[in-house]
């Protein structure tokens, strides 16, 4: 076995693994000297310092941490200080060496080499690999205008109320449209929190912005026409993607590969009032990513076991002809990113060789 098996087979443990594939391995090979593979192969998903890397290795500790550096500015392993240690931890391959390569936006015959492989990808593993466990590890946050007068509303629903959690906030090019590039909205909306945003940032990746930016972005997203997409747990934002279904990794799972397991929708689904419907069809041919709405008689009618619960069209209909609803049987998310996690690892069978992994 080479040092990108190996390698391969350690990111495979992940709760979003990495498949077999004759793209990845190209894709590993891109990233990855033949040196960093075989160091990173004996790295875990939480941070190790050097010294226990070097001593995982065989190397020496001034050799090893060079190396971990160089890997974590190109963004293909992640890094933190922590009492003034600095750790290194692998990245999953989404969210992780898929885009934080290519979320600086830069154009090179490299990275276009490289999203060309990562598109391969997705429609080769990569995407049955995202739809591949009951518990979505995504999930649509809807536009809040379209349900902040709602009485049920949770927290977890708002997204305005979940930008008061972290400290730290940063924004980066999406790299989905970076890589595809099917269609014109903005890229710079993707956004990141804390020590993912702090990464980041460090390694010249991202931008670090404030609440208030982070805010403005959602809205120039939805007026886009992107949908709001976070991590799909209840504790705490890690990232939000603003996606398009032409482009972007989620949703194309569902909108090129029709997996619906890839993320999860809102507890809303959208509903119109056929007596306030004008029939101009704005909903259904600009702002429904998901082919969920059809007109009938000029009068727009809601597939709710195919609407995501987005509210594009709700915030886009001038007649105000369209409400959201909360659906009858609404899935809570998991509580933590932790639970999510090993919810993921368990229905893939993969929970005993991630714990093993992290115990070696």
């Not at 997204?159 to 970076?178: G, H, I, K, N, T």
């Amino acid at each position: 076995m080479d040092v990108y098996d190996g390698l391969r087979e350690v990111l495979h443990k992940n709760p979003i693994g990495a498949p077999k594939s004759a793209a990845l391995d190209e894709i590993l090979k891109l990233l990855f000297t033949p040196q960093e593979a075989a160091v990173a192969q004996k790295m875990t998903f939480a941070p190790m310092s050097p010294q226990q890397i070097a001593d995982a290795v065989g190397l020496p500790l001034d050799e090893t941490a060079i190396i971990c550096e160089a890997m974590a500015k190109k963004g293909v392993v992640f890094s933190r200080e922590k009492k003034g240690v600095i750790g290194y931890a692998l990245l999953p391959t989404v969210p992780g060496l898929f885009e934080f390569p290519l979320m600086r936006g830069v154009t090179s015959p490299f990275h276009e080499k490289l999203a060309a492989l990562w598109n391969q990808y997705h429609d080769e593993a990569l995407g049955h690999e995202l739809g591949g466990g009951k518990t979505p590890v995504m999930r649509v946050i809807p536009v809040e205008r379209t349900i902040q007068t709602r009485n049920e509303v949770v927290p977890y629903e708002i997204v305005s109320r979940m930008l008061d959690s972290p400290e730290y906030f940063a924004v980066a090019q999406c790299a989905c449209r970076v890589s595809v590039g099917a269609c014109d909205r903005p890229r710079d909306t993707c956004l990141m929190f804390d020590g993912t945003a702090r990464f980041l940032v460090d390694r010249g990746i991202a931008r670090k912005i404030h609440r208030d930016d982070a805010q403005a972005t959602l809205l120039r997203a939805e007026e886009a026409g992107l949908v709001h997409m976070c991590n799909n747990s209840r504790d705490r934002l890690t990232v939000i993607c603003n996606c398009c279904s032409c482009c972007c990794t989620m949703l194309t799972v569902l909108t090129r590969l029709h997996n619906p397991n890839a993320f999860a929708g809102s507890r809303w689904h959208a509903s119109v009032d056929s007596n306030a419907c004008t029939g101009c069809a704005v909903c259904e041919d600009e702002r429904c990513p998901v082919g969920a709405i059809t007109l009938t008689d000029e009068i727009a009618y809601v597939d709710e076991d195919r609407c995501i619960g987005c509210g594009l069209c709700v915030s886009a209909c001038s007649g105000d002809a369209i409400m959201m609803i909360h659906r009858s049987d609404p899935l809570a998310p998991p509580s933590t990113v932790q639970e999510m996690g090993m919810n993921v690892l368990m229905e893939k069978g993969r929970l005993k060789d991630y714990l093993a992994l992290h115990k070696r």
